[in-house]
T-cell receptor, first 115, second 115 residues
Framework: AQSVTQLGSHVSVSEGALVLLRCNYSSSVPPYLFWYVQYPNQGLQLLLK??????LVKGINGFEAEFKKSETSFHLTKPSAHMSDAAEYFC?????????????FGGGTRVLVKP | KAGVTQTPRYLIKTRGQQVTLSCSPI?????VSWYQQTPGQGLQFLFEYFSETQRNKGNFPGRFSGRQFSNSRSEMNVSTLELGDSALYLC??????????????FGPGTRLTVL
């Protein structure tokens, strides 16, 4: 079974500083990988996805993530944090050969941005 | 194009009651997935429907059920509510075509509180 681990349930960054959120997956075959963001009282919004094309994936709002097969990782970064980045971020996986759209999520990382 | 809508947005029930939540997918989307989000367990997959058939099911008791109608709208039902069923229930829709990647679009969720 696939699983996802997000290191750090809370991350605090200063405005303008680098944002780094860690995600490691467990799967015998590299899966589809996703990062979602959730703002208070809202659903999930897709930030970016890895679907076995380029290993460096650029998403919305200046975020990007790099797929590293050797490290089974898909860490999310943003060079310069903005106050509007304060939210909860979820890493998720889906098997490439899996039927349907079942996503397995990590525990989430809540980002606090300090002025 | 209108997004995924969920009704109601907030719901308060008492233990032992039953509840029905509704999800209207994006026009043209045939797959609807349901997820439960709680502080303790995080985001967990409940089930997925595609063309009125359940395609995937998570590890939830039989008290949780769902269905999909011919217009792709979906409902989920929870019978004999327990305090632990208090959660944000998220619905996600996608085109659902087999093979490859189908992006899922999430609704804002229904916040269920069981007293």
């Amino acid at each position: 079974a696939q699983s996802v681990t997000q290191l750090g349930s809370h991350v605090s960054v200063s405005e303008g500083a680098l944002v780094l959120l860690r995600c490691n997956y467990s799967s015998s075959v590299p899966p589809y990988l996703f990062w979602y963001v959730q703002y208070p009282n809202q659903g999930l919004q897709l930030l970016l996805k890895y679907t076995s094309a380029a290993t460096l994936v650029k998403g919305i709002n200046g975020f990007e993530a790099e797929f590293k097969k050797s490290e089974t990782s898909f860490h999310l970064t943003k060079p310069s944090a903005h106050m509007s980045d304060a939210a909860e971020y979820f890493c998720a996986v889906r098997g490439i050969k899996a039927a349907g759209n079942k996503l397995t999520f990590g525990g989430g990382t809540r980002v606090l941005v300090k002025p | 194009k209108a997004g995924v809508t969920q009704t109601p947005r907030y719901l308060i029930k008492t233990r032992g009651q039953q509840v029905t939540l509704s999800c209207s997918p994006i026009s043209g989307h045939r797959s609807v997935s349901w997820y439960q989000q709680t502080p303790g367990q995080g985001l967990q997959f409940l089930f997925e429907y595609f063309s009125e058939t359940q395609r995937n099911k998570g590890n939830f008791p039989g008290r949780f059920s769902g269905r999909q109608f011919s217009n792709s709208r979906s409902e989920m039902n929870v019978s004999t509510l327990e305090l632990g069923d208090s959660a944000l229930y998220l619905c996600a829709s996608s085109l659902g075509t087999s093979g490859g990647f189908n992006e899922q679009f999430f609704g804002p969720g229904t916040r269920l509180t069981v007293l």
